[in-house]
């Protein structure tokens, strides 16, 4: 065993133990830097200003659930999601296995009422009919059940629910993958292969500047050895997507970069304490963080329109413009046109954080969105031993980790932003090219913990590259921890065997104190009179 002091924090530190929700490439209103006064751990602030105290809870729990902004033109003319999900003749079982969520109440009466027979029994063909037909599957996302399939007419599209979603599993639990019954907003869907699903696309290339790509001295950065290219073939890109090794369950590629940096998904309740937005922090408001959502990722192919173009060639300069020259060739190969489809006015400098490719979508939604998600109550924590939790506490409280974490979880995240070199101390990275100040230079360290920061950070608001302090909830239900997915528990991301020099490198060297450390963690809510609970 590595030799640690009992219990070793610095007075920074960063517990990534959640991650980023669907975030995007850059902010100019991030402010943040290393040297910024911060609002102490567990002291009386002023909470995040998430821009949402205007907007509609009621109202935005449909944005939530339902808006695409025109996107689903995207998500069916250019990547033909649908298309491919007939193709591949996808079941509902096929659905759960992949982890997707299905919702009871908007269950047609009859699919409803076979279900609860068939899933009593083996669930074989023979004996679950329709829960192996892909007319069942087709018949449910028309009914908008299929949480965060959202059909619009002839055409169906995304929403924030797709992962951002889970049930109570009252109808029916595949053993941790996927599951029926009613919606539960805000929570992580850990068991969602998005990868699986994107591959079942008939037209995955469309995809392209969220995919691993080559570069073009021949390098890639990402999981997989080989980067793909404008040539890459339709199944090719599927087996990149569908390979848990390149893609891991519970993650989205979320950054049109054109590295393979698929991060763990995030919750999307509390969003009121959780200020600055996306891992890296590059987001001040929320509204704008979820704009980028809509405007950049929801419909890549807008990353084309002259704002976009400018938007990535600020970002990743000539490689950057080289990537989007490419991603043309892949859509007209493709037999893409008619785009951009996101719904959207042209407001705004491309680039600026509340526009960055030069587009607004409808304001008042955008506020509806900022408070609904900001109203969800996150789960309660668990709690299995008192004893062992109060123990936790103390160990939490005494050695340094309320430095940058609260114990009072109702409390807002502190803003301050954790530079690189101080959440990971091995962090030795190469300048891959230079940008104009105030960004950062394109840069790489060996491993994944950075590679969604190479291009992704705070640096063009004047901020640093670093990584944002994360909410302390929902932690029971946690499978995987750091956004990379690279640490496969709570147990051993406080175990000194990781090294000095990983990630998070602060640990309990004794195995008492990380089980009650791990028991506290889990343990951690916002208290029984925070957020509101919003299910149908």
């Not at 449909?62 to 990547?79: K, Y």
């Not at 090719?236 to 970069?257: H, R």
């Not at 590059?282 to 979820?290: G, I």
Request: aromatic share 6%; proline share 7%.
């Amino acid at each position: 065993m590595v030799s640690f002091t009992r219990w070793r924090l610095p007075t920074l530190g960063l517990s990534a133990l959640t991650v980023l929700t669907l975030a995007m490439c850059q902010s100019n209103s991030t402010k943040t830097t290393e040297g910024t006064a911060q609002t102490p751990a567990d002291s009386t602030g002023t909470a995040p200003a998430v821009a949402g105290s205007t907007g509609n809870a009621e109202a935005g729990r449909d944005v939530f659930r339902n808006e695409t902004f025109g996107t689903e033109g995207f998500w069916t003319n250019a990547v033909r999601m649908p298309q491919g999900m007939k193709a591949a003749k996808l079941t509902v079982m096929d659905a759960l296995k992949a982890g997707v969520s299905f919702d009871v109440d908007a269950m047609p009466a009859d699919v409803k009422a076979a279900f609860a027979s068939e899933l009593k029994t083996d669930h074989s063909p023979a004996k679950a009919p329709k829960l192996n037909d892909p007319a069942t599957m087709d018949a449910l996302v028309k009914a908008n059940a299929v949480i965060g399939m959202v059909p619009k007419g002839a055409l169906v599209g995304v929403s924030c629910a797709l992962c951002h979603a889970v049930t109570d599993k009252s109808m029916f639990d595949l053993g941790g993958k996927g599951s029926i019954g009613k919606r539960i907003d805000g929570p992580t869907p850990h068991q969602l292969n998005v990868g699986k699903l994107l591959a079942t696309a008939a037209n995955s290339r469309a995809l392209f500047t969220t995919l691993q790509l080559r570069q073009p001295d021949g390098s890639t950065i990402g999981r997989a050895p080989k980067g793909l290219t404008a040539t890459s073939t339709e199944a090719e890109v599927d087996a990149y997507l569908s390979n848990p090794k390149f893609y891991p369950i519970g993650t989205f590629d979320d950054s049109p970069d054109g590295n393979g940096n698929p991060v763990h998904i995030a919750p999307f309740f509390r969003q009121d304490l959780a200020a600055p937005f996306g891992s890296s922090g590059q987001n001040d408001k929320l509204d704008d963080f979820n704009n980028t959502v809509y405007t950049a990722l929801f419909d890549q192919s807008n990353l084309l329109s002259p704002g976009g173009k400018q938007f990535i060639h600020v970002l990743g300069g000539a490689g950057g413009d080289a990537m989007l020259a490419d991603y043309a060739k892949v859509l007209a190969a493709t037999g893409v046109t008619g785009f951009p489809y996101v719904t959207a006015s042209t407001a705004g400098k491309p680039g600026d954080a509340p526009t960055p490719t030069g587009k607004r979508v409808d304001e008042q939604k955008l506020r509806d969105l900022n408070a609904y998600v900001s109203a969800l109550a996150a789960p309660k924590g668990v709690v299995t031993d008192a004893a062992l939790v109060s123990q936790g506490r103390a160990l939490f409280a005494s050695n340094n980790c309320t430095n940058c974490h609260n114990t009072d979880q109702s409390k807002p995240v502190m803003t301050k932003l954790i530079p690189m070199n101080q959440i990971y101390p091995d962090y030795k990275p190469k300048v891959l090219a230079q940008r104009q100040a105030p960004l950062s230079p394109i840069q790489n360290a060996p491993g994944t913990f950075d590679d969604k920061m190479i291009v992704v950070d705070a640096s063009p608001g004047g901020g640093i590259r670093g990584n944002a302090l994360p909410l302390l909830l929902d932690l029971a239900r946690k499978p995987v921890f750091l956004h990379d997915n690279s640490v496969p528990s709570l147990e051993a991301l406080l175990n000194p065997n990781r090294g000095k020099g990983a990630p998070h490198p602060f640990y309990a060297v004794s195995a008492q104190e990380r089980t009650a450390l791990v028991a506290y963690l889990k343990s951690l809510d916002t208290g029984p009179d925070k957020g509101v609970a919003m299910r149908r």
